[in-house]
């Protein structure tokens, strides 16, 4: 990554995960210098590249209620007051924040979705039990969180013909699940960004934060950067960015659970996201946007290994095949493609709600740490933070020539034949297939590059080349090449994800 | 633009490998057949094209090459033929035609989609090795971690190294080659582990190697976790036998063997997949459920060597010129069902039919039925049973686990098989 030479921002966002770009494409509305500083080598790599994919509102986040209580103190009612309090902001967001993507959010940033038909099953009593608490639940709310229909087991085998069918009854929602790619999300809302004026630094860690009379600096690794205000968006690492504003009231505490994919030749076998009401554990197979089954478990260990504590653990995959069989019989661990751990993060002050508020050691100084879901409430959480900046006198004139939309890279797999010839009219390189897995072109590979994938990994969540069963194995070494004749560097340069990842060595190099 | 009068075709040969070129050698002899070669990277020659080690040949072309050299000296002869050779060419989309009716296939090329029209089609598209996550390891994600066909590519096609110190995972034949590679690119062997109690190749072979390049083979041996963020900086290993864990430090992982077929042609078609190999099931004559789709090679199991694949490209172009299309139809149902019983893992053909029946079999030697052990055995007995009775039984001192073990069909008792029962093969109870 180049070392830019810009010395002064009115606002530097730390993090580009889901907050942070958000936050940053809400700044880009108005005439302000935003920056926004990212560690890793790309945005979105951490919590947000590993989380399950689903924006979801109604009966999912009725589940998500119940789910909820298992990180909320020992004893926790069940009711609706208690998980469903309008006060608290992360239930305020994840309301807006759905209607938002629903009505044009969607749209604006040119982000593939799919909306999911939704099963909750039940097959014991303990399962049914957990049905009515559902319903109870949701009628208690009222509105769209009352607004599906309990199923019986013919209607679920019409519906899913290939669940469990010692099932008895369910729960089914049509629109309250929309899969998307997390990382797609990050992406679309930092190219808008960026379109709009906002820079962003990557592989630029942050060291220190220095006050200087009116301002303060962020020390980066790629330098450092003069604001008037600073965002701490850096998700699981926010702790540490919080002490060096001068401390916090609250602890981080992470919780890892396992996220599996299957091989797309499944495509077919459900339809949408079914799962469990609770136990054994609440596991969601999502046939997402890509045709890929998904598992998530749903576990919640705590991890005590931080942040980056990513690793799957084999033992851990094994037992969420083995809960998710007993969804859906006819998968089995061939099928696995990919397996990694999301980690979730709580604060313990309130695991329940968000952190948004100042520092109370530097009050130009925000801490934006939200518990899952991120995405969900992404947007009307930006729009949030940049009025508690006006509020402390953050000077914002609208642009007149705000562009709300952002293009995506087209997806050859899913053009028709005639919109591939047009594609492959304007540049050859279109019908070049690198990743067959995926249907990838050459093509696709250099708008990821154009638009600032500079690492493998890039590459892949621009693209998806190398998501497919070979996982890179094959294409991996041409897209490679590719990259290190574009960015005009030796092979041996080329990493997978920035530092010292590099995919290889030039033969003879110690 | 690939010009519409060229979209009407014989025979499609989907993967420029040693199977899909020996077919297309074999159909050049019948000039009157109208026969495409479609591969998707820049030159011809599959797998071998990237393999410096000189025992390639030996079986198809009675001539011994290095894997590069052999795969030019294919790619030269298939050149010189008149065959329609379509480079930098994937075919992205395959749909079987109903009964008699001309199967299709789009093609993406540089110049274009072309879609075409074929009354055969020979899927030669190969296999793969089982990526990390599909081998179920603990850990995080660094880079560092790759198959040996990735290894290779770096290695023989780019003059790049994957790190500096490597373990190997699995023993097969396959690992030894693996080992030549990486010593050719000056990367130190720090062990090669084996999760079952014998190695997976030539016992003698593996330590002659063990001994010259100085490395442990860990056998009865899985990996626990690969460690390391950025870069792979241990490995931890657990050794059953005496409930050891320990760590090896080392900066790349060589994942090796444990092949499956690559077919994603046919996801999400009537075609059908044996879960075993991951590919297509076929029929003694190498043909697919659907009448008029063949395979040759590994894409019918990972992986025989690469001139048994050649002969079975060849043998398959054989078929297809010898009995016309129409009675594919009629005979697509003929066939006896071949199961296995674990630990045997898989054979291939999946199906029997008429003429391997006969008692003098041309093709059982080379290109006949072989299967495959999921770990090695020694002094096993493998039975053939049709319902109660049994129809085959023969020792063996050793069975290599994922090695090929040709089965000899023709010597099954095949008067006493009941069709509609099927055939499993199995290993059997009690020594002979």
């Known amino acids: 990554m180049k070392i830019h030479n810009v010395k002064e921002a009115d606002v530097v966002i730390i993090g580009a995960g889901v907050t942070g770009t958000a936050i940053a494409r809400e700044l880009s509305r108005y005439d302000v210098e935003a920056v926004v500083v990212e560690k890793g080598g790309n945005v979105a790599y951490g919590a947000s590249k590993a989380t399950l994919g689903q924006i979801y509102t109604g009966l999912n986040m009725v589940g998500s209620m119940v789910l909820k209580s298992i990180v909320l103190p020992p004893g926790t009612p069940l009711t609706a007051s208690a998980l469903h309090d309008p006060t608290k902001m992360m239930t305020k967001w994840c309301d807006e924040g759905f209607w938002d993507w629903d009505r044009g959010g969607f749209d604006e940033l040119d982000v593939r979705h799919r909306y999911s038909p939704l099963l909750v099953l039940a097959k014991d009593e303990d399962q049914i039990k957990d049905i009515e608490t559902y319903v109870r639940l949701g009628e208690s709310v009222g509105g769209i969180y009352a607004d599906f229909k309990r199923v019986d087991r013919q209607t679920i085998l019409t519906l899913e013909p290939n669940v469990n069918p010692e099932v008895v009854t369910g729960l089914y929602a049509e629109n309250h699940v929309i899969d998307i790619f997390p990382p797609e999300v990050v992406i679309a809302l ?89 136990k054994p554990g609440l596991i969601q197979l999502v046939q997402a946007r890509e045709d890929n089954i998904v598992i998530d478990c749903g576990y919640y260990e705590i991890t005590h290994g931080g942040p980056a504590d990513t690793g799957s653990i084999a033992e851990n995959v094994r037992q969420s095949m083995a809960m998710a069989k007993t969804l859906v019989p006819a998968i089995s661990e061939d099928d696995i493609i990919s397996s990694f751990n999301g980690v979730r993060v709580f604060n313990t002050r309130d695991p329940g709600d968000h952190i948004v508020q100042f520092s109370p050691a530097n009050p130009k100084f925000l801490n934006v740490v939200p518990r899952l879901p991120g995405i969900i409430g992404a947007l009307p959480m930006a729009r949030h933070v940049v009025g508690m900046l006006t509020d402390v006198g953050l000077q914002l004139t609208t642009k007149t020539d705000f562009n709300p939309y952002r293009n995506a890279i087209p997806t050859f797999r899913y053009l028709s034949n005639e919109a591939r010839n047009r594609l492959i009219a304007k540049d050859p390189r279109y019908g070049r297939v690198i990743c067959q897995c995926e249907t990838v072109t050459e093509g696709e590979i250099l708008d990821a590059i154009r638009r600032g994938a500079t690492t493998l990994d890039g590459v892949k969540f621009r693209t998806r080349a190398s998501m497919g069963r070979c996982q890179g194995n094959f294409c991996g070494p041409r897209i490679a090449d590719i990259l290190a004749r574009e960015l005009g560097q030796p092979l041996h340069a080329i990493t997978k994800k920035g530092e010292d990842s590099n995919y290889s060595y030039a033969i003879g190099a110690a | ?341 674990y630990p045997v893992r898989f054979v291939v053909p999946q199906k029997v039919g008429p003429k391997a029946m006969a008692p003098r079999s041309p093709y059982w030697l080379h290109t006949g039925y072989s299967l495959q052990m999921a770990h090695t055995i020694r002094n096993p007995v493998l039975e053939a049973w049709s319902g109660e009775e049994r129809v085959w039984k023969r020792s063996f001192s050793k069975l290599i686990g994922n090695a090929r073990i040709p089965l000899p069909v023709h010597k099954f008792d095949w008067r006493r098989v009941d069709k509609s029962k099927g055939l499993i093969v199995k290993l059997g109870t009690e020594p002979l």
């Open chain 1, 190 to 278: 930092s190219e808008n960004a960026v379109q709009n004026g906002v820079k962003f630094y990557l592989n630029a860690e942050v060291t220190g934060i220095v006050q200087k009379d009116e301002h303060q600096v962020v020390q980066t690794k790629s330098g450092p950067i003069e604001t008037k205000f600073i965002i701490n968006a850096a998700g699981g690492w926010a702790d540490r960015i919080a002490d060096m504003a001068g401390g916090r009231d609250w602890e981080l505490q992470y919780n890892k659970t396992p996220i599996i994919i299957l091989d797309r030749r499944l495509k077919g076998l459900i339809n949408g996201t079914v799962r469990w009401p609770n």
């Open chain 2, 1 to 341: 633009m690939i010009k519409e009068s060229q979209t009407k075709l014989d025979v499609a040969v989907i993967g420029g490998g040693p199977a899909g070129i020996t077919a297309c050698l074999e159909f050049s002899k019948s000039p009157h057949l109208d026969v495409a070669l479609f591969e998707s990277e820049a030159e011809l020659g599959g797998i071998p094209r990237t393999c410096h080690l000189r025992f390639f040949g030996f079986r198809d072309q009675n001539h011994v090459y290095t894997g590069t050299a052999y795969a030019q000296t294919l790619s030269r002869k298939v050149r010189r033929t008149p065959i329609r050779i379509y480079t930098d060419a994937t075919v992205i989309k395959l749909i079987p035609g109903d009964k008699c009716e001309p199967h299709r296939i789009d093609v993406s090329t540089p110049e274009g989609i072309g879609t075409f029209k074929t009354r055969f089609i020979i899927l030669a598209t190969g296999c793969y090795e089982a990526s990390r996550s599909a081998r179920i390891i603990s850990g995080n994600r660094p880079p560092g971690v790759i198959t040996t066909g990735t290894l290779m590519e770096l290695v023989n096609l780019r003059g790049q190294k994957p790190g500096h110190k490597a373990l190997i995972v699995g023993s097969e034949h396959v690992s030894l080659s693996s080992v030549l590679t990486l010593k050719r690119a000056g990367v130190e062997v720090v062990g090669m582990v084996e999760k079952d109690q014998d190695v997976h190749t030539y016992a003698l072979v593996a330590g002659a190697m063990k001994s010259f390049y100085r490395f442990p083979i860990f056998r009865d041996t899985s990996i626990n976790a690969i460690l390391g963020h950025t870069r792979v900086e241990e490995v931890e290993l657990y050794e059953r036998r005496e409930e050891r864990i320990f760590r090896v430090s080392c900066d790349t992982v060589v994942l090796t063997g444990e092949f499956r077929s690559y077919a994603p042609l046919i996801d999400h078609t009537a075609i059908e997949r044996d879960p075993l190999t991951f590919g297509p099931a076929v029929d003694t004559d190498f043909m697919t459920s659907i009448p008029g789709i063949f395979c040759a090679g590994n894409v019918m199991r990972g992986a025989n060597m690469h001139d048994l694949c050649a002969l079975e490209g060849k043998r398959v172009a054989r078929c297809i010129l010898d009995s016309p299309a129409s009675d594919r139809w009629d005979t697509a149902d003929m066939s006896i069902p071949l199961q296995t019983q």
